[in-house]
């Protein structure tokens, strides 16, 4: 998805953004394939919300994919936020990624008529480059 207001250039840096909820090692290592391709840095951005409990297992996550990547040069990044938008939404201000990218997994159409998308949101929302992945074959792959 490249938004109409974007402006294009070298993609140095692509972002990750992990919810954790799947084996997140097959998706970063695809991240990573496509960082090294095009030369740039991947990093991966899991937010935690003030509502989720247990910040120690993100941590172990977190910790655990730094360790498995850390000859690739996978940087992780755990943010702290009161939502998963305004998490990301400041990362993307802060650090200014080249790409971002997302898993998005396939609901089903009572799902899709309760739940929030974050992806919907920022593919409306934001002006940088983003890459969705459907998460039903990236992580049956």
Same mark, same amino acid.
Request: net charge negative.
């Given at each position: 998805?490249?938004?109409?207001?974007?402006?294009?250039?070298?993609?140095?840096?692509?972002?990750?953004?992990?919810?954790?909820? #799947?084996?997140?090692?097959?998706?970063?290592?695809?991240?990573?394939?496509?960082?090294?391709? $095009?030369?740039?840095?991947?990093?991966?951005?899991?937010?935690?919300?003030?509502? &989720?409990?247990?910040?120690?297992?993100?941590? &172990?996550?977190?910790?655990?994919?730094?360790?498995?990547?850390?000859? &690739? =040069?996978?940087?992780?990044?755990?943010?702290?936020?009161?939502?998963?938008?305004?998490?990301?939404?400041?990362?993307? #201000?802060?650090? #200014?990624?080249?790409?971002?990218?997302?898993?998005?997994?396939?609901? =089903?159409?009572? &799902?899709?008529?309760?739940?929030?998308?974050?992806?919907?949101?920022?593919?409306?929302? $934001?002006?940088?480059?983003?890459?969705?992945?459907?998460?039903?074959?990236?992580?049956?792959?």
């Amino acid at each position: 998805v490249i938004p109409e207001q974007t402006e294009l250039h070298e993609i140095k840096q692509i972002v990750y953004a992990a919810d954790f909820k #799947k084996d997140e090692v097959m998706v970063a290592r695809k991240v990573i394939d496509l960082a090294h391709i $095009l030369k740039a840095t991947p990093e991966l951005l899991h937010v935690h919300t003030l509502y &989720e409990p247990y910040l120690s297992n993100d941590r &172990e996550v977190t910790k655990h994919l730094e360790e498995e990547f850390k000859e &690739e =040069g996978l940087a992780t990044k755990l943010y702290l936020a009161e939502g998963i938008e305004e998490g990301i939404e400041h990362f993307v #201000k802060q650090h #200014k990624p080249d790409l971002l990218i997302f898993a998005m997994k396939e609901r =089903g159409f009572l &799902e899709r008529m309760l739940h929030h998308s974050v992806t919907k949101h920022f593919i409306q929302t $934001l002006t940088i480059p983003m890459l969705i992945l459907p998460a039903k074959e990236v992580f049956n792959a």
